[in-house]
């Protein structure tokens, strides 16, 4: 099945990959082509692939056959807070991530004010994150990843933990990164978070890919 082909200036593009773990085949002959300001829809049950597929874009794994080209600054929203370190401060890890991002140390300071406030942690960050709640980690991870400024945001069902208030922020967030023309893949279970954000849809079952483009197209497809 070939991938549609994007509108503007691709900036990721995923051409026959297939994917092992251990002796489990993750992912078959998947293919994939993002435009600039796409955004893209990742459906499918647990299991199938697809918190892969973003790892493979985020250059997390590598693919065990086929390519994957990815053109611009990529952020994923895949394991929040995976680099963080329990034992030191929220204030540290935030310097630690966001330079593993790609930020330098002058860039992080710059930005450092508005990521505990969009994190809501003003009163914890200098608290070592091993007392943080999951909720708070959460926060503090998604803060940091959407203040690297990407050109590509990778997003897998992170709005599962935290409170309903802090959702909204993020779903605002998504938003305004649309508005922007950012290019964004978004694993969720959500059929309505689809039909809110993206442009096309991509059903993954077993591994491989079942339908795409469309949104509405690959909805008929998947509830058949």
Request: aromatic residues 8%; proline residues 3%.
């Amino acid at each position: 099945m070939n991938a549609p082909q994007p509108l503007h200036e691709t900036l990721v593009a995923v051409e026959e990959v297939h994917a092992f773990y251990g002796k489990s085949h993750v992912l078959h002959g998947v293919s994939l082509t993002v435009g600039k300001g796409e955004v893209v829809g990742l459906l499918g049950r647990n299991g199938v692939g697809k918190s892969t597929a973003l790892k493979l874009v985020a250059g997390i794994t590598k693919p065990t056959g086929g390519t994957v080209l990815v053109n611009g600054r990529v952020s994923a929203l895949i394991e929040l807070g995976a680099g963080f370190h329990p034992e030191i401060s929220g204030r540290e890890n935030v310097f630690i991530n966001g330079i593993m991002l790609g930020l330098t140390k002058r860039e992080v300071a710059t930005r450092f004010d508005e990521i505990v406030e969009f994190a809501e942690l003003k009163d914890f960050i200098d608290a070592p994150v091993k007392t943080y709640s999951s909720g708070m980690y959460m926060r503090l991870g998604f803060a940091v990843a959407i203040h690297v400024n990407p050109d590509v945001l990778l997003v897998d069902e992170v709005l599962a933990v935290g409170d309903e208030g802090f959702t909204h922020k993020c779903l605002d967030k998504f938003a305004e990164f649309r508005r922007l023309g950012k290019t964004i893949l978004l694993v969720t279970h959500s059929l309505g978070l689809v039909e809110r954000f993206c442009d096309q849809a991509l059903w993954l079952d077993h591994g491989r890919v079942q339908a795409q483009g469309d949104i509405v197209a690959v909805f008929d497809v998947a509830q058949d």
